[in-house]
Structure formats: C-alpha cells, structure tokens
C-alpha cells in the first residue's frame, strides 16, 4: 500500500505543488491548516468515483472527456513545470548553461524512461520520490535552528499577508492535490485500493506542509506570498547555499517524476487503442507502439516549449481552465457514483464533495488573467477528443 501511495504523489510534488504551497501559507498564514483539510476533504469525498467501473456509453464518454481535459491540461503545466526546472539549474548550479536545454534534457529522461518496463518504471519512480521526501525532511528539521525573520520575536504567522487570508489562499491552492490519481490509471491492472489514495493525499499534505510551515517561520509571510519561487527563498534561509543546492535538486527530480507520471497516464489509452485495432501504418511491435504512443505528448510539450509557453500568462490561463473543468469532472463522476450505494452517509458525503469541487473549480478561475479563455479551449478541446473517440470507435469497432 505504501508503495502504491508513493507511486501516486509523484505528480503531486511538481514544482508547481512547492509555489502554491509556498505563497500560499504566505498569503493565508494561519488560515493555511484550514485551506488544506478543505482540500484533503474534498479528494476524500470524491474518491469512490475516481475509477469508472461502469463500461455503458456514457461512463465511456465521461472518461474520454476526462482524458481530453487532462490531456489539454496536463501538456501546459508540463511545459510550465519544465519550464521552471531548467531556470532552478541555471540559477542554482550552472549558470551559464541554457535554462530550455536542461528543459529538454528532461524531457529526453522522462521519454526514455517511459520505455522501459512499467517493473522498472516504479522502481526509478519509488527511487525519486522518497529522493524528495528525503530533501523535503533535511531542510524541515534543519529549519529548527534556523533563524527567525529579522525586526521580529516570532514568525508573523497570525499576521496574514493578504487582505482576506482565506479567500486569497485559497484561490492560489485549490489546484494542489489535482491529478493524485494519474499514475494508477495509467495501467490497465489498477490494483491502488482506496486506502492507498488515502495514504497518498495525507503524505503529499504532509510533506508540502513541514517544509511551508519550515519557510514561513524563516522567511514570514510577506516574502513568501510575493515571491514566484518561495521555496526557493525559504530553502536558502534554512541552510544558505547549501539549502539552494538541495532544494534545486528537489525541484528537478520534482518535474522529472512528475512528467513521467504525465506520460505514463497520457500514453495509457493510445497504446489500449492500437492494440484493440489491427492499423497498417502502426507497428506490430509492443516497443513500437510505445514510442508512438509516448512521443506524442512528448513532442506537444516539447512545441509548446519551443514557441515560449513556460511562463507565459496564457498558459497560466490554459491550466486553471483546465484544472477547473478537473474539478468539474471529479464532480460529475462522483454524481454518478450517488445511485449505487444505499448509504445515507456516503451520499451526503458525496454530495458535499460535488458541492466543493464546484466551489474549487470557481476558485481555481479567479487569479489569471483571461481565466475564460482558458475554460473554453480546454472544453473545446475535451469535446472534439470525445467525438474522435467515438468516430473511431464506430468505424474501426466490429
């Protein structure tokens, strides 16, 4: 089960996962604790209706939009956390060397590693997580004897930062343990139980939380909630150089793991797609398929890459769109799980977990700009990936 769990945080500690985090215990201080049992919460309540069980029509279309949705979304917030790998490089450890090349250095890694056998696939995945949490641990305990922010006898943690702590931190957080069950749907055999998500949604809190509440106490909210890379900040508070040298580490492995989840998940159905068919032009070999079917978010990102999208505004706007039609869909998904349980309270549960994930996918909308523009083309896209799929399905289906 711990394996399981661990397997699962693996998109859950991007680098994006330390920003959100990091401003965001910046911008609600104490409202922070309540942010994330919100959150931790919700996924809970959602969980039973995470894997579709139903094979009618319409559990098929509701998991081809869910694909669609989180192909959109997932191949901007990897061009955002690749982005943001190769500038942690650059800054920390050669400054010289171009920030995009290691971008794309990554991107190789994970394309190979995507390759291999899903056997060794866990083992590099398992290695490079608790790599993380390890870090994650160093420079959590070490900030005990670190000192406090200047001109003041305690952190200013019941001073919030922003005018209204709670709303402000959670529009920035609402997104932070998206995308916990990528990894397990990704294989055909998903044999991660319930508890396992469980395990993994209190691992990855826990781990982000020590080391936000480890920068908060060493660097205040003020800093932490301007900064774009407050992890960073709070690291080198900790252990100075040192701390930078470690949490740069972090931030690499962070992306590299997080998208061989990305292309684990993402490269899933495509393979499941051309091994029901007989196509001519796809090859025969199980290598063959898999280069097919990995090169093509592979060579997405690595466009979007190309003309710029790592931090622009517009990709900010892509991914929130994206992230609350994510919110969207685990609501959907739970609703139509209500019927089959005879509980009172699992229903409740269930409906209050739909009622959250409306209120995250509003709250996810409020901080980019253009946030609309985003909602509609990863609708747009999610709709034509749903009738792709069922014109394939009608013409290449006996």
Known sequence: MLSSALLAIGFLL?????????????????????????????????????????????????????????????????????????????????????NFLFSFIIVACSFFTSLLSLKNIKRIQLTVVTAILLGITTLSIASLWAPSPKNAALPDFFLPYGTAPFSDGLFLMAPLLVGYELFATSSAKNKTSTKSYVLALGIAVFFLSIFAYAALCVSGTEKLADSTVPYMIGARKILGQTGRYIMGGIIILGSYVAFNTTLQFLKSPLITFMNSHSLTLIPNSELGRQVIATAIPVLTVSVL????????????????????????????????????????????????????????????LQLPEHPFKGLFIAAFVSIIIVLLSIILRRRLLP
């Open 305 to 364: 890459l190309l003309q710029g999208y790592a931090g622009e505004p517009i990709t900010e706007s892509y991914i929130a769109g994206g992230f609350a039609l994510w919110f969207i869909y685990y609501g959907v998904n739970t609703a139509s799980a209500i019927n089959h349980t005879g509980s009172f309270y699992i229903n409740m549960l269930k409906t209050s977990g739909i009622v959250s994930c409306l209120y995250l996918a509003y709250a996810t």
């Open 14 to 98: 991007s680098p994006r996962a330390f920003m959100i985090s990091g401003s965001g215990i910046g911008l609600a201080a104490n409202w922070y604790i309540a942010i994330v049992a919100l959150l931790f919460i919700t996924h809970l309540a959602t969980l039973p209706a995470i894997k579709l069980s139903d094979k009618s029509s319409n559990a098929g279309l509701l998991e081809s939009f869910g694909y669609g949705l989180r192909f959109f979304t997932l191949v901007f917030f990897s061009c955002s956390i690749l982005g943001i790998a190769g500038y942690a490089f650059n800054e920390v450890f050669l400054y010289w060397f171009p």
